[in-house]
Nanobody, 125 residues
Framework: VQLQASGGGLVHTGDSLRLSCAAS????????MAWFRQAPGKEREFVAS?????????KYAESVKGRFTISRDNAKNTAYLQMINLKPEDTAVYYC??????????????????WGQGTQVTVSS
């Protein structure tokens, strides 16, 4: 399985972006999906995750609750991260990740075996 993240860019505080994560398989429904981010000099941190069906409504880091929404379209083999009201502290490289599991794994990077290449999000003040 290969993941391709896209949709990053340079935006201003308060703007919105939608990241996409396209998978190279037609069986995305067997994978739980997640987004992580890594800012310069910091460890990779959990942002959001969603189980195989999307029925769990997504799990979120406290720092993004109410601003970010994770979703998926299994028919398109794609997961998304809608980000609104972006802040400078959201600046990071965003990575999508997958694990073959019907339920969302623990929100830590080591739980996920499959990673995309990352897409840069820069929020200017």
């Amino acid at each position: 399985v290969q993941l391709q993240a896209s949709g990053g860019g340079l935006v201003h505080t308060g703007d919105s972006l939608r990241l996409s994560c396209a998978a190279s398989v037609r069986t995305l429904y067997v994978y739980s999906m997640a987004w992580f981010r890594q800012a310069p000099g910091k460890e990779r941190e959990f942002v959001a995750s969603i189980n195989w069906s999307g029925g769990n409504g997504g799990k979120y880091a406290e720092s993004v609750k109410g601003r970010f929404t994770i979703s998926r379209d299994n028919a398109k083999n794609t997961a998304y991260l809608q980000m609104i009201n972006l802040k400078p502290e959201d600046t990071a490289v965003y990575y999508c990740a997958a694990k073959q599991s019907p339920t969302s794994p623990l929100p830590v990077a080591r739980e996920y075996a499959i990673w995309g290449q990352g897409t840069q999000v820069t929020v200017s003040s």
